[in-house]
């Protein structure tokens, strides 16, 4: 019994959120759709063009930076080991 209603609960948590991730596409479809953007129009001659052109248009209205690439600031430092090779050295010489 118990396990019925935590599957119960379980799925109406998912369903829940579900719920809210397609309201929120929604939403965001039809700012796209202000911004000038025409969904299933079926030029795909123009399709990466237009709906960049349309989020970066939405993100000026929104006063923020679009969430798909862009310019960001500040720095990277990939490839850099955590940690020195002496603390690597200290960490493991005892094995």
Do not use: F, W
Request: charged share 20%; hydrophobic share 35%.
């Amino acid at each position: 019994m118990a396990k019925d209603r935590r599957h119960l609960a379980a799925k109406t948590a998912l369903t829940a959120c579900a719920d809210g991730y397609r309201a929120q596409v929604r939403a965001e479809l039809v700012q796209l759709e202000k911004a000038g953007y025409q969904v299933g129009d079926g030029d795909h001659t123009t399709y990466p063009a237009g709906i960049q052109a349309a989020e970066a248009r939405v993100a000026a209205q929104n006063g923020a930076a679009s969430g798909y690439g862009g310019v960001t600031s500040g720095s990277s430092e990939a490839g850099r080991p955590a940690m020195s090779m002496a603390d690597s050295s200290a960490m493991y010489s005892h094995h």
